[in-house]
């Protein structure tokens, strides 16, 4: 996957807060935050490390498979990918709708099997 080295898991003291858009993750808490709101939306640990892992991708996509190994930190693993990603990525789509008004959404690009963040600017 080009531009995001998997191979680098979490990595706690580089930057605070990961950021897209108006979106942070409060790397402490495991939560999503926003710009202008004092809510937080806590964060299982797989929707939290795939949230990284897609605010690290800065828009560009990343496969299921991608997800998978990151979260299970075994790339050589023989992972079926059924529909977890789908369930544990349909909950976060419904957190960052709700922490960002939609304005942060995760877009499946269809027939690929990959995703990635996007941003709607109010301008």
Known sequence: MEGVPLGE???YGERRRPEFGPVWLDMTSKSLQ???SSERQILTPSEYQTLWLLIR???NPI???DI???IHDDEDADIPLGN???VFLAH???KLHKQTDGAVTIDNM???GTYALTWSSPD
């Open 9 to 11: 898991k979490l990595n």
């Open 34 to 36: 926003s710009k202008g």
């Open 57 to 59: 991708a800065q828009g």
């Open 63 to 65: 496969s299921e498979q």
């Open 68 to 70: 998978l190994e990151f």
């Open 84 to 86: 977890q990603v789908s």
């Open 92 to 94: 976060l789509r419904k």
């Open 110 to 112: 269809r027939g690929l």
